[in-house]
């Protein structure tokens, strides 16, 4: 090969700055006094003791390593950097703190019941009067218990069942995270929702997470979503230790390549254009505090990355990926030997565990020490007055600032409460015209979205006009939404191709309670892509149901060109899957999955699923155009029953000698089948028949018993066949005899997935084209009568 010279490859311009703080500490705006480093040097150790109590008493559980290199940054978060009001942890306009590496929640523990004694002990009063909205000391005995736990001081005390990983249960969380990558873009999520609703005011939205959470090809689409859109009040803070669950040397550093990623922690969020600030020292208090007041004096319209150089484990006795979900064995001498700069500093000794390994000895043993913690606070007021002050200043801070929502703001509260049986004009498309599934959604999502001043954000995977869910943002700005030049848009772009953090996005705008995200994309993709992020959030909102009694906030996940009739894309697309993964999947409550057939009955089902406030909306709609039938003429039922969930197409006639059983159908294509093909010949043929359509098994479900039972009575289930475009499974609460599960026509009934084609030739394939399914209704009529059902 000819000789040729390498290139150093330069960055574009970039919008973000790059600043090593080592270079700013000499300014004298930078200046820390010396008095506070000690109570923060105390403070550190205190918490630091209080992680590894908890790692030893729960038992041998959680994980201590990042907790602790994480500690320090948090702590001059909470006690000198934000704004928000120890006795309201639900104001919106406060700074947030989310951890986004769920895994470090021993840390955020600990963090938050330390803080909590302390203000207890400067001036209970500014705690709030609500048990629930504290965390408490007590409450660290609930640490990766179950609600079940029965030992004596958790029900004494009423200890919060503490979640392995952050949950909205305890007070100052707003979401759930710690699957991988889903934090970050639900955290940037609550930014941008909170930059939204504040405008140039908004609250800041600190994150923690550790170089690990930012392997995850999700993240990298968040942080790619985050500075195009210029959300500026996003703080990222990085607990870079260089060490995950299996590796020591994640990154690139030093010259050496990474086991991992082959990016510094800086160049990584560099790339993506935000303003980069290192710590060259983590645990340096001084670094720490000018890193800080450097990022939320808001260097311009890009959000912020902090990189703190830590390590894992410091100081617990096991560094590195060791400690990361492992730390001493229980009362060790190891154990004993960490606690000991607790014990010097203090002059205290906690006690030593004797007898028994029994669950009730152990949380006796527990509380004790926690008892130590809170007894050595009371001798240490010049520590609590510091502290304790430093939390009032925060409050005064914030309330200074008099953050109020921006002029025009959405109104979210206006999304619920439509009736579905009052269906505006406009949304119905007439009698013999033709329109798609896709455009009615998108024409309902706009009508709530001018009805609410905007409080829809919609996006899709570089699909918004395919999937036409860009029709959501008609009348409003063009083009995608930026909190600095394009504020009224309510069209988000998540980075491109973006399935997987478009779901935890949304999810975070939702949870942040004044407006709801909508994400769109193929079903074949998005439901598997979006399940995780619609698990967490199904958590996180029934976690905050239980510590406020709030509603839950929904999100759209929406299932478009979903099924067979997206067969000119083949098998890889024109998925029959994704209902399952979906539909009763989830708690009651939690997912509604939405199937209707056609397009005018999107309004009903839409405001019958938002009315039920779930935390997920899942409506699955086909991308081919559908002929509007007659529904007067063919003696359907009116559009307002498929709110109902299930609603019957006929309905046999009981003073008939003979009766041919029950078909229940779901899905578009076939519906559409049915109603064009074989709904004439069973007419024609005198066939004695019940006939139901599934627009949505979670609607039904919520229905009173007594209700379901006149729309679908139970003894059905043992007589009938299936007709679906989905998968057999999902019919399962149907169909339930052997018989009815063999008749069943499926999209996987001849062992194969179906191969390309237009929609119609698909459908033929599998056998549920109109022929077919005719000539299967017809033999298990014949089989009913054979019967003499």
């Known amino acids: 090969m000819q000789a040729f010279q390498t290139r150093k490859l330069d960055f574009e311009p970039r919008r973000g700055v790059y600043v090593k703080i080592t270079d700013l500490l000499d300014d004298k705006e930078f200046a820390v006094e010396p008095e506070l480093i000690d109570y923060m040097e105390d403070l550190d150790l205190i918490y630091r003791t209080l992680c590894g109590i908890l790692f030893n008493f729960v038992p041998q559980s959680g994980h201590p390593g990042g907790s602790i290199s994480s500690g320090r940054i948090v702590e001059c978060l909470l006690y000198h950097t934000m704004n928000y009001n120890m006795g309201d942890p639900d104001d919106r306009a406060a700074d947030i703190i989310s951890y986004a590496a769920g895994h470090k929640a021993m840390g955020l523990y600990s963090m938050w019941a330390l803080r909590n004694e302390l203000i207890r002990q400067y001036d209970e009063s500014l705690l709030p009067s609500d048990i ?182 410091w100081q617990y006795g096991i560094e590195g990926k060791g400690s990361h979900g492992a730390g001493h064995k229980f009362c060790s001498d190891e154990f004993y030997a960490f606690m000991k700069p607790f014990e010097d500093r203090y002059q205290i000794q906690f006690p030593r565990f004797s007898g028994e390994k029994t669950d009730d000895n152990i949380e006796k043993v527990y509380y004790e020490y926690l008892m130590v913690i809170r007894d050595t606070l009371t001798k240490v007021p010049e520590l609590v007055q510091a502290l304790g002050k430093n939390l009032q200043n925060s409050a005064a801070r914030l309330s200074g600032l008099s953050r109020k929502p921006r002029p025009n703001v959405p109104e979210v509260s206006r999304l619920y409460g439509f009736k579905p049986d009052e269906i505006p004009t406009e949304m119905i498309t007439p009698p013999g015209e033709a329109t798609t599934l896709r455009a009615s959604l998108g024409s309902v999502l706009n009508y709530l979205n001018k009805a609410s001043g905007g409080a829809v954000f919609a996006c899709a995977a570089d699909l918004l006009g395919s999937t036409s869910i860009k029709d959501t943002n008609i009348g409003f700005s063009d083009g995608f939404w930026n909190a600095v030049s394009n504020s009224e848009s309510r069209l988000l772009a998540i980075g491109g191709i973006c399935e997987d953090s478009m779901g935890a996005l949304v999810s975070g705008i939702s949870a942040f309670g004044k407006a709801i995200g909508a994400a769109s994309s193929y079903g074949a993709f998005i439901a598997a892509l979006e399940h995780i992020p619609a698990r967490l959030h199904g958590i996180g909102q029934q976690a905050a149901r239980d510590y406020n009694d709030a509603p839950f906030n929904p999100f759209l996940l929406v299932c478009a060109h979903v099924g067979l009739k997206t067969g000119e894309d083949g098998p890889t697309h024109a998925d029959p899957q994704p209902l399952q993964l979906l539909q009763e999947n989830f708690p009651p409550g939690v997912m509604i999955t939405l199937t209707p057939w056609d397009p005018n009955e999107l309004w009903p089902v ?39 969930g299930v609603y019957a197409v006929r309905k046999a006639d009981t003073s008939q000698s003979k009766y041919h059983g029950t078909i229940v159908i779901q899905g578009s294509g076939v519906m559409n089948a049915f109603v064009e093909d074989v709904l004439p010949r069973l007419n024609e043929s005198g066939l004695n028949m019940n006939v139901f359509y599934v627009t949505s098994a979670e609607l039904f479900e919520a229905l009173p018993t007594d209700e379901q039972e006149a729309i679908f009575p139970q003894r059905l289930k043992q007589e009938a066949m299936g007709i679906t475009g989905f998968t057999l499974p999902t019919l399962h609460r149907w169909i339930r005899s052997e018989e009815g599960t063999r008749r069943t026509l499926h999209a996987f009934r001849h062992g194969r997935f179906p191969g390309s084609g237009q929609a119609h030739k698909v459908l033929e394939e599998a056998n549920l084209h109109g022929e077919g399914q005719w000539q299967a209704v017809r033999e298990y009529a014949r089989w009913m009568e054979e019967q003499g059902r």
């Open 132 to 313: 629930r909205k504290q965390m408490r000391l007590e409450d660290l005995l609930g640490f990766r218990r179950n609600p079940t736990q029965r030992t004596p001081l958790f029900k004494q005390f009423q200890a919060k069942p503490l979640d392995g990983h952050p949950s909205p249960l305890v007070p100052f969380v707003k979401l759930s995270t710690g699957a991988s990558g889903v934090g970050v873009a639900s955290s940037f999520g609550l930014g941008f929702a909170a930059r939204d609703y504040f405008g140039k005011d908004a609250p800041f939205v600190h994150l923690i997470e550790g170089e690990g959470g930012l392997t995850p090809g999700r993240t990298h689409e968040a942080m790619s979503a985050a500075s195009t859109a210029q959300v500026n009040n996003i703080v990222l803070h990085l607990d870079w230790n260089q060490a995950s669950i299996d590796s020591d040397h994640v990154c690139r550093e030093d010259g050496k390549p990474g086991e991992y990623v082959q990016w510094a922690p800086m160049e990584y969020a560099y790339l993506h254009d935000w303003n980069v600030i290192q710590v060259p020292d983590g645990f340096d208090f001084r670094q720490i505090l000018a890193a800080q007041r450097l990022a939320t004096r808001t260097l311009n319209d890009q959000p912020t990355f902090i990189v703190y150089r830590t390590i894992k484990g």
């Open 606 to 644: 839409v405001m019958a699923a938002l009315n039920r406030r779930p935390a997920v909306i899942a409506p699955f709609v086909t991308r081919p155009v559908e002929k509007i039938f007659d529904r007067k003429q063919l003696n359907l039922p009116p559009l307002e029953a498929a709110a109902k």
